[in-house]
């Protein structure tokens, strides 16, 4: 079964709005990764955040981990249109194997 | 800075026949994993090695097979191809068995035809 679930599945905003996808998850992680990718091409990581952190920033990027919930959120402002792709949350816990389980994807559309 | 190195980038195969997929790691990453994709779908894990040692085992067919050499470059082996088998397959590797972050390669597309 999946690890993680995203919401939306699609989402098309205009370009300079901000974005915002979650991931909910089942199970205890070590930390929670968020990963993009353009239509058929590689993953690129974006942002990791452990488990015992609630926020990280990285550039536009911001990330939100409540393991209470088992929940992460993915926010991206002032989009560009060059951040149409799809976005991964990958879950990783040691306990359970040593690999990302990931969720289903957000797939953003940022028209200019 | 080097990354993970996939290849080939395309491969068009007839069903039934084999496929051979290589993935050359990031040096000193000491773990390696092999990830499906099909159309519109999540990835999904198949298999990984640590130190050249198989270490956990996916949704990985049993017609798939694959191993890490010395050199600690990976091949995916995978027989008696299926229509369903067309997929982007992606290698990863990472430092400290993946609690750091994995890096992926751009990924092989298989088709099956």
């Known amino acids: 079964s999946q690890q993680g679930e995203e919401d939306p599945q699609a989402l098309s905003i205009q370009e300079g709005e901000n974005a915002t996808m979650n991931c909910s998850y089942k199970?205890?992680?070590?930390?929670l990764q968020w990963y993009r990718q353009n239509s058929g091409r590689g993953l690129v990581h974006l942002i990791l955040?452990?488990?015992?952190?609630r926020e990280k920033h990285s550039g536009r990027l911001r990330v939100t981990l409540d393991t209470s919930k088992k929940s992460s959120s993915l926010l991206i402002t002032a989009s560009r249109a060059a951040d149409t792709a799809s976005y991964f949350c990958?879950?990783?816990?040691?306990?359970?194997?040593?690999?990302?389980?990931f969720g289903g994807g957000t797939r953003l559309m940022v028209k200019p | 800075a080097a990354g993970v190195i996939q290849s080939p980038r395309h491969l068009i195969k007839e069903k039934r026949e084999t496929a051979t997929l290589k993935c050359y790691p990031i040096p000193r990453h000491d773990t390696v994993y092999w990830y499906q994709q099909g159309p519109g779908q999540d990835p999904q894990f198949l298999i990984s090695f640590y130190e050249k040692m198989q270490s956990d085992k996916g949704s990985i067919p049993d017609r798939f097979s694959a191993q890490q050499f010395s050199d600690y470059h990976s091949e995916l082996n995978m027989s008696s191809l299926e229509l369903g088998d067309s997929a982007l397959y992606f290698c990863?590797?990472?430092f400290g068995r993946g609690l750091y972050g994995y890096t992926f390669g751009s990924g092989t597309r298989l088709t099956v035809v």
């Open positions: 990863a590797s990472s």
């Open positions: 199970t205890s992680i070590n930390n």
């Open positions: 990958a879950t990783y816990y040691n306990n359970a194997g040593n690999m990302l389980t």
């Open positions: 955040i452990r488990s015992n952190e």
